[in-house]
């Protein structure tokens, strides 16, 4: 058994505990590459039967249109049930990162949407794609992270995992967050999407995209939507993803990464997060670990 391998059984392994232990599990399907992953090894763990869960997308509309795109057609090709939920009230106000600020947009759209949704569903178990070397707050959370009944997250209250020993008890009102790739690494997830022919969105691979400079970021100008600048002009650049994200607060990086395989040569040597392209993650000191105290994803 290699290491692609291990990872995957435990992977399969926590799915199999988590839905034994849940009455309303659902999988938060953020489109992404980790989504993916999250996804094709949910159909493994419960094959040949389909998971016994629904996808969830907490939906801000400002994905980039191949997101979109991906997400409704791997859904209906895989006939799989997506439930898509838009915060109403950002829906009424027009919320966007533009006039609101990245810090309201993505507390109102995400955080509150997913709130909402959690609520209006009843789910006690939701399976996401985080993994721990994404960013700090994240390396501190268990695989198994409990919530309150106000989905909030208490960093300093959290239950030893020994070995893969997981305690799934919850106390009236309380959920859980369960994190199945919270051991890969970023290249774990591509050497695994290379061996297992995993469809991803084209926004991964290198290509000429429209894109500004803009607070140190290369944004891709993805609709007629986003006002640009007095004299911003988009230029064409070859440019790809790490992550995905709000189109408007998501860098791309230049690359000519074309091919999975170019990407985890890329990999391979990179020195930087995946998320030094989010806007988010930077709104302010302790950003990311404030948000999921507050019922984050």
Not at 119 to 129: K, T
Not at 269 to 280: D, N, P
Request: net charge neutral.
């Amino acid at each position: 058994m290699n290491h692609l391998d291990r990872l995957e059984a435990d992977s399969v392994d926590i799915f199999r505990e988590a839905v034994a232990e849940s009455e309303r599990p659902v999988l938060l399907y953020s489109i992404g590459k980790d989504s993916s992953v999250l996804l094709h090894l949910a159909r493994k763990a419960f094959y040949p039967s389909m998971p016994p869960f629904p996808l969830l997308h907490v939906d801000t509309t400002w994905k980039f249109r191949e997101m979109i795109t991906f997400r409704d057609r791997t859904a209906r090709e895989l006939r799989l049930e997506l439930i898509v939920h838009r915060n109403p009230e950002c829906v009424a106000a027009n919320i966007n990162p533009f006039d609101h600020g990245s810090a309201r947009h993505t507390d109102l759209w995400k955080t509150q949407g997913l709130r909402q949704a959690l609520d209006e569903h009843r789910f006690d178990v939701a399976f996401g794609g985080a993994r721990r070397d994404e960013e700090a707050s994240r390396a501190k959370e268990r695989v198994f992270s409990f919530r309150t009944a106000q989905h909030r997250w208490d960093p300093k209250n959290q239950r030893p995992e020994l070995w893969r020993l997981y305690n799934t008890r919850t106390a009236p009102g309380e959920s859980i967050r369960v994190f199945p790739l919270s051991n890969w690494t970023e290249l774990d997830v591509w050497r695994y999407v290379e061996r297992e022919q995993i469809p991803v969105v084209p926004l991964y691979f290198a290509a000429k995209r429209p894109v500004v400079d803009r607070d140190g970021a290369l944004i891709v100008v993805d609709d007629d939507r986003m006002p640009l600048h007095p004299g911003e002009t988009p230029r064409e650049e070859l440019v790809r993803f790490r992550t995905l994200g709000c189109y408007p607060l998501t860098g791309a990086v230049r690359s000519e990464a074309r091919t999975v395989a170019e990407i985890v040569e890329e990999m391979r040597t990179a020195t930087t997060s995946e998320r030094q392209g989010r806007v988010i993650d930077h709104d302010r000191s302790g950003s990311m670990e404030r948000k999921k105290q507050e019922g984050y994803f």
